[in-house]
């Protein structure tokens, strides 16, 4: 039996995170695989909301609430410090022998607990964005990014341009490194959405018929500013157009940011062309993504974007900034430079002119993304038992 546990702090705040977690665990049921077994560690006041969003019903995933993640728990503090102090995951080790765990996955870990360790690095934003960090965040990351690399027996990025990051920066780890691409596939629910729906949406959120959608947390390199400046050019061109944002209003590096972003989008007119909804339900998140003119991402920077991913599920047509990673996610989208208000506004217009019929035969890519699903949970498994190998050779030559 494989026994794959995941030690996480799972939160509101960390959507991306929770729908990662929730493909993963689908993906890994899918391969309908008898001899797997997930085990979802947290802290105790895990919200049970956060959870139910995390963990799909038929994904073999038992919760296990502990003490030991915890913040300020003395249990957790002793984690901490053993960490700190002697590089070692011994605090953790009584959990994972109670629960016969023989890998532990996306969880920081840095060995020294008698088990196999996969870790993951979702993206390197401090390496291509170094200005949004501290020079204690930079030196931190990198030290961290190193140790969960060099410490792990695998080690998973998203895509093939952070993998040549990863190789770039710690040249010596790249011998261990997967790249797996995760996959967000579209609810059942998406292919009988009706224009009743529709209509239900449009109401609910008071919003136009035609509009795009921008389902991107209002963090400062997602880069909504230029959703403003485009605005204001077809504004002054006499041409109207909305733009829908939802996602989380708080950048913990930035807390300021959105209070800025208000105000500018005040100051240049553009605020009654914006609808800004916040957190919103996950279906409406589909709904909107169905029946908006197309999706925009103007983002500088990604590891491999959750929206896009589920764009490509969907078969909806994306506006995206000119990142090597969005053309290898999803090369045959429209692109515009992340800096060019001009370039956007162009887009936006040209969309408007030819806005395509979102009721249509889904049957194709419902079955395509069936695969894809497939495909990741059963590579995801491939690296589990690689790190599982691994791990045991180490043992025995250590003997």
Not at 253 to 259: A, D, G, L, N, T
Request: charged share 25%; proline share 6%; aromatic share 10%.
């Amino acid at each position: 039996m494989t026994r794959i546990g995941f030690f996480l702090t799972p939160t509101k705040g960390w959507m991306g995170g929770i729908n990662y977690f929730h493909n993963l665990f689908l993906a890994i049921a899918a391969t309908k695989n008898p001899k797997v077994e997930l085990y979802l560690i947290v802290p105790p006041d895990a919200e049970p909301d956060v959870l139910a969003m995390m963990v799909p019903e038929n994904a073999n995933v038992t919760v296990v609430k502990t003490p030991l993640l915890q913040r300020g728990h003395p249990l957790w503090l002793a984690w901490r410090v053993c960490r700190k102090l002697f590089n070692t995951e011994l605090v953790a080790r009584r959990l994972i022998r109670r629960y016969g765990l023989n890998a532990v996955s996306h969880s920081d870990f840095i060995g020294g607990a008698d088990v196999a360790v996969i870790n993951w690095l979702p993206d390197f934003q401090h390496v291509h964005l170094p200005h949004m960090f501290s020079k204690n965040e930079l030196k931190s990351r990198t030290s961290r990014y190193r140790e969960l690399a060099q410490r792990s027996e695998r080690v998973i990025v998203s895509s093939e341009d952070a993998k040549k990051d990863l190789s770039s920066v710690f040249p010596e780890t790249a011998p261990k490194v997967s790249v797996l691409s995760f996959v967000s596939p579209a609810p059942s629910s998406y292919w009988s959405l009706s224009e009743d729906d529709h209509e239900r949406l449009l109401k609910k959120y008071r919003l136009e018929r035609n509009f795009f959608y921008v389902p991107n947390q209002f963090w400062q390199h997602k880069n909504h500013i230029i959703l403003l400046r485009a605005i204001d050019l077809l504004n002054k061109k006499g041409q109207r157009v909305q733009i829908v944002c939802s996602g989380s209003t708080h950048d913990p590096r930035s807390p300021e940011y959105f209070e800025k972003f208000k105000k500018l989008a005040t100051e240049v007119g553009t605020e009654n062309s914006l609808r800004i909804l916040g957190i919103i339900p996950y279906k409406d998140v589909f709904g909107l993504i169905r029946f908006s003119a197309a999706v925009v991402n103007p983002s500088k920077f990604e590891g491999w974007s959750s929206i896009v991913e589920e764009c490509k599920s969907a078969g909806k047509r994306m506006l995206l900034s000119d990142l090597p990673v969005h053309r290898e996610q999803m090369a045959r989208s429209k692109f515009f430079n992340p800096d060019d208000a001009q370039a956007l506004a162009d887009l936006l217009q040209l969309e408007l002119t030819n806005i395509p019929t979102p009721f249509n035969d889904h049957t194709d890519l419902a079955a395509n993304n069936k695969r894809r699903q497939l495909e990741y949970g059963s590579q995801y498994l491939k690296v589990v038992n690689e790190a599982i190998r691994v791990r045991a050779e180490s043992r025995q030559m250590s003997k």
